[in-house]
């Protein structure tokens, strides 16, 4: 235990630059959901259910994030932030993953067995996305703020929009985009409507020179 509370402390430590000296790791809230989430998790293994449950609705009230005992979580998740975060019973996330406030890892329905998704290694996923459903978000991808992802995302690949699209793969730009950040990411709604827009513009061309045709043969009506 001494060495997971080592390895959790030297995660924040890492991940946030706004911390200034060790002893602030024991306010984070992402410090005590995950140490929750360990003993509630060894007790739903044991078939503990409802004292798992109990520990994991207590660090839901102290820490603003709920995660179910049953979700399976890697080494060094760092949730920075952290209020609203939902980790279904059925997700698996990876070593090493960042997730911002507001993330929803959760179920499309109420079907049985594997309903959540899973997440690779090295995985950062933005404030307020939500994943929804049971399929596997690829190591080192990144999912923009605000995204909703409904199906699967391959490895190292940048998924922004609603619904989510992939907009760079490894390390390959798939639409026109800038340098990409949790804030500047491409977004592809906006890229949409870039071309519609020049499309209108080529139709208005096209009409204009259609009436000067008409124009200069006589045969101008009026619209």
Known sequence: MMGFIRDEI???KERDPAIKMTAEVFLYPS???VL????AHYLYNHKRY???????QISRWITGIEIHPGAKIGKGLFI?????VVIGETCEIGDNVTIYQGVT???TGKDKGKRHPTIGNNVMIGAGAKILGPFKVGDNSRIGSGTVVLSEVPENCT????PGKIVRRDNQKVDP???????KLPDPVQMEICGLRHQVEELEKRLLQLEKMMEGSGKHEDL
Request: charged share 15%; net charge positive; glycine share 14%.
């Open 31 to 33: 410090f005590h959901a």
């Open 159 to 162: 998924c922004v929009g609603v």
């Open 50 to 56: 409802f004292l798992a449950r109990l520990i994991s």
């Open 80 to 84: 920075d932030h952290g209020m609203g």
């Open 10 to 12: 030297n995660v924040i």
């Open 177 to 183: 985009n800038k340098t990409l950040d949790q804030v």
């Open 105 to 107: 890892l959760g179920g």
């Open 36 to 39: 929750f989430h360990r003993v």
